[in-house]
């Protein structure tokens, strides 16, 4: 499984963002799908995963705030940031993972290249 996020930018606090990853490979659906972030000085942690059946977990942090979405037809999962803050600043990657636990555990079998999202107060 390959992995290409997109969708990252600078933000005022409070802005919205929405970051993508398409992946490639037929078995996509089969997959749970995760978003971790690593800000500068700090180690990556986990934000969001959705398994098969779209189930979704968050990290505390970001709950209410965040909607990871999925849509097997494309191939692509979504990471809907609303109210954004300064401390979500940091590069955004992607994740798959044959099943959902270890992606909320901060592991995974594929990684995608990260998207930078800059949040400014």
């Known amino acids: 499984v390959q992995l290409q996020a997109s969708g990252g930018g600078l933000v005022q606090a409070g802005g919205s963002l929405r970051l993508s990853c398409a992946a490639s490979?037929?078995?996509?659906?089969?997959?749970?799908m995760g978003w971790f972030r690593q800000a500068p000085g700090k180690e990556r942690e986990f934000v969001a995963a959705?398994?098969?059946?779209?189930?979704?977990f968050y990290a505390d942090s970001v709950k209410d705030r965040f909607t990871i979405s999925r849509d097997n037809r494309k191939n692509t999962v979504f990471l809907q940031m609303n109210s954004l803050k300064p401390e979500d600043t940091a590069v955004y990657s992607c994740?798959?993972?044959?099943?959902?636990?270890?992606?909320?555990?901060?592991?995974?079998?594929?990684w995608g290249q990260g998207t930078q999202v800059t949040v400014s107060s």
């Open positions: 994740a798959a993972n044959s099943i959902v636990d270890p992606l909320v555990r901060g592991g995974a079998q594929y």
């Open positions: 490979g037929r078995t996509f659906s089969s997959y749970a």
């Open positions: 959705i398994d098969w059946s779209h189930r979704a």
